[in-house]
């Protein structure tokens, strides 16, 4: 099974209020990875764990957090979401360090903040 | 900052073979090639991937020229659902994919 799964894969949230979304994978995968997506916009990396280690962007390292409790399962938490943040955030994992760019996305979680 | 540069679209005809360029000049010898597409409502998809010379697989071939700053995708008789951004990423072992803007490929019938 190489999915990666998403959930919810859509969400409504109010100006202000905590978004979670939550991503799993069942590859064994050591990394996982977050990108946001907007329309005409090529996906943009916001933060990757390897392993338990956090690596975030740094034009993006105050608006999102991530939790990694086990290695399947990675989370991307909004704690007040703002009109920009509106988007497609998309869950991806990969295998080791090594060659690690054929990764497996999930099919996205849609955020819409109202 | 993404390490290349893509045509930002192309038109095909059903049928047609379609090649997508990506620039890559600044590609270190550590970094190999890889190719994605993504439809609309849907994760980015891999393709195929490179270091140097040819590839081909079920889906595509990829060119790579001898320096290694080019790489052309090949699409043999594209379909209706082929039409999609195309994304041409250079990476190393650090555990960082850039996405550039890609190459939005129309497809018509």
């Known amino acids: 099974d190489t999915t990666v799964k998403q959930n919810p894969r859509y969400k409504l949230a109010r100006v202000g209020k905590p978004v979670n979304l939550i991503c799993s994978q069942t590859m064994n995968h050591d990394t996982m990875y977050w990108y946001q997506k907007k329309p005409n916009q090529a996906p943009k990396l916001l933060l990757f764990?390897?392993?338990?280690?956090?690596?975030r962007e740094a034009d993006t390292f105050e608006k999102f957090q991530s939790s990694r409790p086990n290695n399947s399962f990675c989370s991307l938490y909004i704690g007040s979401a703002g009109l920009e943040y509106s988007a497609m955030y998309l869950c991806a994992s990969s295998r080791g360090t090594a060659n690690t760019g054929q990764l497996y996305f999930g099919e996205g979680s849609k955020l819409t903040v109202l | 900052l993404a390490k290349t540069t893509q045509p930002p679209s192309m038109e095909a005809y059903e049928g047609q073979e379609v090649n997508v360029s990506c620039s890559h000049t600044?590609?270190?010898?550590?970094?190999?090639i890889y190719w994605y597409r993504q439809v609309p409502h849907q994760g980015p998809q891999f393709i195929i991937q490179g270091y140097k010379d040819y590839v081909v697989n079920e889906v595509a071939s990829l060119f790579i020229s001898a320096d290694r700053k080019l790489s052309t995708l090949s699409l043999p008789w594209v379909s209706l659902r082929d039409a999609a951004v195309y994304y041409c990423i250079v990476t190393s072992n650090t555990d960082k994919v850039v996405f550039g803007t890609g190459t939005r490929l129309q497809v018509s019938p």
């Open positions: 600044n590609i270190a010898t550590s970094e190999y």
């Open positions: 764990y390897y392993d338990k280690i956090l690596n």
